[in-house]
C-alpha cells in the first residue's frame, strides 16, 4: 500500500531522517515505534505532504508518487489523523467533516446530502455518530472518531494515526480499537504512530522500530514483546514497570478544605469543593479524564490562580497559606513542574544555566550575590545538574529551546528537585517524553518520595499513574469522586469513574 525508499530528511543541521524505508502492506495494521526524535513522525508526515523528503522515493500501490502536499496525499486515498484534532467546536460534526471539501457549487452547500453520507459511513464502520450534533457538545473519544470519518469522507483507504489513544479513557480505548480492527476488516490499511507498547501488541499486524533518525527493524507483532521493542528503541534494556517499596507515610503535609476555583467572569467552577489530604512519604495521584479541573487544582495549590478566583482552604505543614503568592509556596518548600513546559516551566530563550536557577536566583547564596548572579557559581549547578539528570546535550550555554521535549522535562524536574521540596506538585510528568527518559523520571519521583517528600500528581496516563500513586483520587467535573487503592482496583474500574460512573456500579 504504502512504502517509502530511503527518505532523508534534514532540518538545518539535523539529520531526522536517514535513509529511513518503511514498508505498510494492504490490509493491515502497521505500528511505527521510537524515542522522541527519532524520526518516526517526521517519516509520516513527509507520506502525507506535511514535509517534502531531501532525498528518497514515496511508492503507493507500486508506483513511485510525488506527494508535495497533503492535497496530494488525500488525492491517493491517504489520510491523517492527527494528535490534537483539528475541528472548531462551535460547527456541527457535519461542517467539520466537509470543511475544505464542500459538496455542491460555489454558490451553494449541500449540507443535507454531506450529512446522509456522513451518516451512511458512520452506520458503515459502527462509528455512532451523530452529524447533526455540536462538536463542544461531544467526548474526546466521539471527537476523534469525528477525525476519522473526516479521512473516511475524502476516500481514505490509508490512516495515518499520530498518538491516537493520548486522550482516551480505558473504555474508549477498547472501543477505538475495535474500530481499527472493523477498518481492517473492511480493506483499510491504518499506520499507528505511537509509544504505547503494550497497545501495540494489543492492536498492529508489524512493527517498524526507529533510532535516531534511522528505522533498526521491522517485525511480526505474534513474534515480539514489549521488552525487546523497548531494547530496540533504546539500544539497551529498559525496566518497563515501577519498581517501589511500600509507601511509609508520615505526617500530614498538605491539607485541602473545600477548595473551588472560578476559571470565567461567567462563574464557572473548574473545581467545585474539593478536600483532600497529601502526607510526608507517600504519592497521590489524580486520576481523570483532562479538562475535568487537573490544571485548576495544580495551579490553585501551586498559587497561580488568584485568590478572588478561589474559595475554601489550602493547609501546608498545618499554616494557612490560601492567600499566600507562588514565590512564598515555593520559598516553603512547594516545588511544581508544570503540565505545560513551556509556558509555565522554561525561559525558552535563556541558556541551561539561567533556566536551572529560575525560583532561587533571587535568594540563594550560592548564585545570588546581589545586585549581581555569580555566572560561574551558576554554571557549576547547572552542569551538577545536567549530569545527576542526564540532560542531553549536556551543554550549559545551550538555549532551552534547543533540547528535545523529552530532555527539557528533565531540566525542570532536576531545578525543582533541587529546592529540595517538601510538597512536589507534578503534572504529566512524562509527556512527549521517550521510553527511556520516562523509566529515569518515575525512578526519580519514587526515590524522592522514599526520602520522605509529599507528592501530589496528575497525569493523562493512566498506567503511569495508578503505577506511582499509593493512593488514587478520581476528579470527574471538577469534583473528587472517589479514593481508591491502585493495587485493589483495575484500569476499567478507574475508567468508569472517570466517566462519571458511581462507585456502587465499580463495585
Known amino acids: 500500500m504504502l512504502e517509502l525508499r530511503e527518505i532523508t530528511k534534514r532540518f538545518g543541521d539535523v539529520l531526522a531522517n536517514d535513509r529511513v524505508s518503511v514498508v505498510v502492506e494492504p490490509g493491515t495494521i502497521h505500528a511505527i515505534v521510537g524515542e ?8 509520516m508526515r513527509i507520506a502525507y505532504g506535511f514535509y517534502t523528503a531531501d532525498g528518497g522515493e514515496i511508492v503507493v500501490d507500486g508506483e513511485v508518487r510525488k506527494i508535495a502536499t497533503p492535497h496530494d496525499a488525500i ?51 459502527k462509528l455512532s ?39 482516551l479513557t480505558p473504555q474508549e480505548v477498547e472501543e477505538f480499537f475495535i474500530i481499527l480492527r472493523r477498518m481492517r476488516e473492511q480493506g483499510k490499511t491504518v499506520v499507528i504512530i505511537t509509544h504505547k507498547l503494550s497497545e501495540v501488541l494489543a492492536i498492529s499486524d508489524e512493527v517498524t522500530v526507529m533510532r535516531d533518525g534511522r528505522v533498526v527493524g521491522r517485525v511480526k507483532t505474534s513474534e515480539t514483546n514489549a521488552a525487546e521493542l523497548a531494547r530496540m ?34 462563574g464557572e467552577r473548574g473545581l467545585r469543593d474539593v ?43 498545618g499554616r494557612d497559606i490560601t492567600r499566600t503568592d507562588a514565590r512564598t509556596r515555593h520559598e516553603l518548600g512547594i516545588a511544581h513542574i508544570p503540565e505545560d513546559r513551556h509556558r509555565r516551566g522554561l525561559l525558552l530563550d ?18 545570588s550575590r546581589s545586585p549581581m548572579l555569580d555566572t560561574a557559581a551558576i554554571r557549576v549547578r547547572a552542569l551538577e545538574l545536567i ?33 529540595p521540596p517538601k510538597l512536589l506538585l507534578v503534572s504529566q510528568p512524562t509527556r512527549g ?28 496516563e493512566l498506567e503511569e499513574v495508578t503505577a506511582l500513586s499509593d493512593r488514587l483520587l478520581v476528579i470527574h467535573h471538577g469534583r473528587i469522586v472517589a479514593e481508591v487503592d491502585p493495587k485493589q482496583t483495575t484500569n476499567e474500574e478507574i475508567g468508569l469513574l472517570m466517566t462519571g460512573g458511581s462507585k456502587a456500579n465499580v463495585e
Open 36 to 43: 522522541n526524535g527519532a524520526g518516526k513522525s517526521t517519516a
Open 75 to 125: 488525492a491517493l486515498g491517504i489520510g491523517m489523523v492527527h494528535q490534537h484534532f483539528m475541528l472548531v467546536d462551535t460547527m456541527t460534526v457535519a461542517e467539520n467533516i466537509v470543511l475544505g471539501a464542500e459538496p455542491g457549487s460555489a454558490a451553494t452547500l449541500d449540507l443535507q446530502k454531506a450529512a446522509r453520507e456522513i451518516g451512511a459511513l458512520s452506520d458503515e464502520f
Open 129 to 167: 455518530v451523530d452529524p447533526e450534533a455540536m462538536v463542544e457538545n461531544l467526548s474526546v473519544g466521539q471527537q476523534q472518531r469525528v477525525e476519522l470519518l473526516k479521512a473516511l469522507y475524502r476516500h481514505a483507504r490509508l490512516l495515518i494515526l499520530d498518538e491516537p489513544t493520548a486522550v
Open 233 to 266: 528503541m533504546v539500544g539497551r534494556d529498559v525496566l518497563l514497570r515501577v519498581e517501589k517499596p511500600d509507601a511509609r507515610a508520615g505526617r500530614t503535609v498538605l491539607s485541602v478544605k473545600r477548595l473551588t476555583v472560578v476559571v470565567r467572569s461567567g
Open 275 to 317: 478536600s483532600f489530604d497529601v502526607r510526608a512519604g507517600e504519592i497521590v495521584g489524580i486520576a481523570g479524564v483532562e479538562g475535568n479541573g487537573q490544571t485548576e487544582l495544580v495551579e490553585a495549590l501551586a498559587g497561580l490562580v488568584h485568590a478572588s478566583q478561589t474559595s475554601g482552604a489550602i493547609e501546608f505543614e
Open 350 to 367: 535563556f541558556d541551561l544555566s539561567e533556566n536551572s536557577i529560575l525560583g532561587v536566583h533571587y535568594r540563594e547564596p550560592a548564585v
Open 387 to 419: 549530569k545527576d539528570f542526564d540532560v542531553r546535550p549536556a551543554n550549559p550555554d545551550l538555549p532551552a529551546r534547543a533540547l528535545s521535549g523529552g530532555n527539557q522535562q528533565k531540566l525542570i524536574i532536576g531545578r525543582e528537585f533541587g529546592l
Open 433 to 460: 517524553v521517550d521510553i527511556g527518559a520516562i523509566e529515569f523520571i518515575h525512578r526519580k519521583l519514587v526515590g524522592l518520595r522514599d526520602e520522605g517528600c509529599a507528592i501530589l500528581l496528575v497525569s493523562a
